[in-house]
């Protein structure tokens, strides 16, 4: 199975500040059809996970473009331009490349 | 608009068999695949199985030898069942809508406990 490393674990922000979370993958997510299935999700507390960034970095329906997603292979990024109090919760990446499709452990990220 | 809803027994004894189902609208399941995901209580997220719309179905290797998903298209519903059940499935179960996973139900707890 595919292995999702997400790094760090968890983080501590202000309102406003910027922050980015990693996402590696024990394998290439770049499917054969040439596109990369790395999807990223936050769950907010008390909620379902929720689709933010598609296919490494496609903006979610309705997602503010203060969320970007970069990267490639076997590497990826997700930043957070400008946290908002509504952005805490706990955000995962996700590979759908490969089955069975796994997810990261979990950034969790908390006010400071 | 899209919706997913997960619906299930709450409470489950040990070996015995869970049934859950997920009842979507605002698409077609011949149309959008369906994945469910489950997540034990206080940590991460497991895919557990898919049904695709034409038909076909993936499972979570760790668990395929007891899990079953199907669907019945006139009812828009996709229906997972998994036997053998030990306290370790003890998790909110949710479905959500294809690989992508751009809509998600709110989930159902299903808690393995005699």
């Known amino acids: ?112 | 608009q899209v919706q997913l809803k997960e619906s299930g027994p709450g409470l489950v004894q040990p070996s015995r068999t869970l049934s859950l189902t997920c009842t979507v609208s605002g698409f077609s399941l011949t149309s959008y695949g369906v994945s469910w995901v489950r997540q034990p209580p206080g940590k991460g997220l497991e895919w557990i199985a898919a049904i695709w719309s034409g038909g076909s179905t993936d499972y979570n290797s760790a668990l395929k030898s007891r899990l079953s998903i199907s669907r019945d298209t006139s009812k828009s519903q996709v229906l997972l069942k998994m036997n053998s059940l030990q306290t370790e499935d003890t998790a909110m179960y949710f479905c959500a809508r294809g690989g992508y996973f751009d809509f998600w139900g709110p989930g159902t707890m299903v808690t393995v406990s005699s």
């Open chain 1, 1 to 112: 199975d595919v292995v999702m490393t997400q790094t760090p674990p968890s983080l501590s922000v202000a309102i406003g500040q910027s922050v980015s979370i990693s996402c590696k993958s024990s394998q290439s997510l770049v499917y054969s059809d040439g596109k990369t299935y790395l999807h990223w999700l936050l769950q907010s507390p008390g909620q379902s996970p929720k689709l933010l960034i598609y296919q490494v970095s496609n903006l979610g329906s309705g997602v503010p473009d203060r969320f970007s997603g970069t990267g490639s292979q076997k590497d990826f990024t997700l930043k957070i331009s400008r946290v908002e109090a509504e952005d805490l919760g706990v955000y995962y990446c996700v590979q759908a490349t490969h089955f069975p499709y796994t997810f990261g452990a979990g950034t969790k990220l908390e006010l400071k």
